[in-house]
């Protein structure tokens, strides 16, 4: 069975930094892409950042682009959302999703249970 | 970006009902087009994939069709366990999501 942990978020200050972390199990995690997609609470979905299996192909939203950065460690079966330059608009739950195939292919199959990230003064 | 828009924003129907979930793109997406369930304080669900492929394990009550830059979420025979919001996404570029539909009970 598919096992996506969330850790690291919590309460941080406009400006400052945060790194969340996602450890897998139950699957070959080498063979898929990854991805970060969050929820404000009460609202929609968006879709955060994404990469390939080999960590060659990344992307991210516009919302987050110069600010976030996505990495992995297939070692350590872990994916990682370094933040920065944190707003308070960017306050939700974010969740670490696995795609459906190794590619970027944006078809978010397993889902982790989240993890909270406020971001205010 | 692509606009992903859905068709109601909320729902009330009842147990045995047959419902219809319409999601329309803001450009033509082909297939490209998922379909997830999602209920109060847990994570989304992904129901179906390429517009029509059952994800597996999901019940067959559920079923997506269209391409280009309509489609639709069937359920028949709703159960109590399908009282959810539902959310359409594109999977073409740039993944974005659907407003979400609730589906609650009348």
């Known amino acids: 069975e598919v096992h996506l942990v969330e850790s690291g978020g919590g309460l941080v200050h406009p400006g400052k930094s945060l790194r969340l972390s996602c450890a897998a199990s139950?699957?070959?995690?080498?063979?898929?892409?990854m991805h970060w997609v969050r929820q404000a609470p009460g609202k929609g979905l968006e879709w955060v950042s994404g990469?390939?299996?080999?960590?060659?192909?990344?992307d991210y939203a516009d919302s987050v682009k110069g600010r976030f950065f996505i990495s992995r460690d297939n070692a350590r079966n872990s994916v990682y959302l370094q933040m920065d330059s944190l707003r308070t608009d960017d306050t939700a739950f974010y969740y670490c999703?696995?795609?459906?195939?190794?590619?970027?292919?944006?078809?978010?199959?397993?889902w982790g249970q989240g993890t909270l990230v406020t971001v205010s003064s | 970006d692509i606009q992903m828009t859905q068709s109601p924003s909320s729902l009330s129907a009842s147990v045995g009902d047959r419902v219809t979930i319409t999601c329309r793109a803001s450009?033509?997406?082909?297939?490209?087009l998922n379909w997830y369930q999602q209920k109060p304080g847990k994570a989304p669900k992904l129901l179906i994939y390429?517009?029509?492929i059952l994800q597996s394990g999901v019940p067959s009550r559920f079923s997506g069709s269209g391409s280009g830059t309509d489609f639709t979420l069937t359920i028949t025979s709703l159960q109590t366990e399908d009282f959810a919001t539902y959310y359409c996404?594109?999977?073409?570029?740039?993944?974005?999501f659907g407003q979400g539909t609730k589906l609650d009970i009348k």
């Open positions: 990469l390939s299996w080999n960590s060659v192909s990344i």
């Open positions: 996404q594109q999977s073409y570029t740039s993944y974005t």
């Open positions: 999703v696995k795609d459906i195939v190794g590619a970027v292919a944006g078809t978010f199959e397993s």
């Open positions: 139950g699957f070959t995690f080498d063979d898929y892409a």
């Open positions: 450009q033509s997406i082909n297939n490209y």
């Open positions: 390429a517009s029509s």
